[in-house]
């Protein structure tokens, strides 16, 4: 099963960036879409962002459409979500994902995803 590791969250002011970043421990996450989700306290988790296995398609919930960017780079191994003009309804905790199966171009609902890493928190100061 492929390990996910994010980093990069932390505390910043509304208005502010942050670039989330989450490794995969095998060189198949290249063959398959990931997403980027969030859990804000008291809420159910909500999709963000998703790439597909090629990198060619992307798909964004509208409230971060404009603001956040979901690129990846395969020969890392690597997803990144770059996060701009920061909201305080932006704070939770960000969790990447891989898709359940390979060549899947974008999917937005958790049960597609197989495997999700531990979490990185994301607090948006007014």
């Known amino acids: 099963q492929v390990q996910l590791v994010e980093s990069g969250g932390g505390l910043v002011q509304a208005g502010g960036s942050l670039r989330l970043s989450c490794v995969a421990s095998e060189r198949s996450f290249r063959s398959y879409a990931m997403a980027w989700f969030r859990q804000a306290p008291g809420k159910e988790r909500e999709f963000v962002a998703c790439?597909?296995?090629?990198?060619?398609?992307?798909d964004y919930v509208d409230s971060v459409k404009g603001r956040f960017t979901i690129s990846r780079d395969n020969a890392m191994n690597t997803v990144y979500l770059q996060m701009s003009s920061l909201k305080p309804e932006d704070t939770a905790v960000y969790y990447c994902?891989?898709?359940?199966?390979?060549?899947?171009?974008?999917?937005?609902?958790?049960?597609?995803?197989?495997?999700w890493g531990q979490g990185t928190q994301v607090t948006v100061s007014s």
């Open positions: 994902a891989i898709s359940r199966s390979a060549r899947v171009v974008l999917a937005s609902i958790a049960a597609d995803f197989g495997s």
């Open positions: 790439i597909s296995w090629s990198g060619k398609s992307t």
